[in-house]
Nanobody
Framework: QVQLVESGGGLVQAGGSLRLSCSAS????????LAWFRQVPGKEREFVAA??????????EYADSVKGRFTISRDNAKNSVYLQMNSLKPEDTAVYYC????????????????WGQGTQVTVSS
């Protein structure tokens, strides 16, 4: 079992930045592939970014809507994954969720086995 706890959400003006954090416990962190998704009321949860598990080369993938603005990273020593969000837009407003999987059939856009409770990000125009 893996427990995930997100933090760092809040209210920011358009063009601003936020850094989300997700701490994990319950399993060897370096064995987990991790991702950020987001969801607005009435819509399905959508993929934002993912980063692979430990290896010589860490592979990151992004949704087209955030490419060039958001950066996903991980710190295995701190059992944490981060999402640096720059040049935020009102359409980035959502609840952001951290997901994790240890599956050997990992695909960046899912599925994920474990989820956090989410953190609200609101971007004002």
């Amino acid at each position: 079992q893996v427990q995930l706890v997100e933090s760092g959400g809040g209210l920011v003006q358009a063009g601003g930045s936020l850094r989300l954090s997700c701490s994990a416990s319950g399993r060897t962190f370096s064995s987990l592939a991790l991702a950020w998704f987001r969801q607005v009321p009435g819509k399905e949860r959508e993929f934002v970014a993912a980063i692979s598990r430990r290896g010589v080369y860490l592979y990151a993938e992004y949704a087209d809507s955030v490419k060039g603005r958001f950066t996903i990273s991980r710190d295995n020593a701190k059992n944490s994954v981060y999402l640096q969000m720059n040049s935020l837009k009102p359409e980035d407003t959502a609840v952001y969720y951290c997901g994790a999987t240890s599956s050997s059939e990992y695909r960046p856009r899912g599925p994920y086995d474990y989820w956090g409770q989410g953190t609200q990000v609101t971007v004002s125009s």
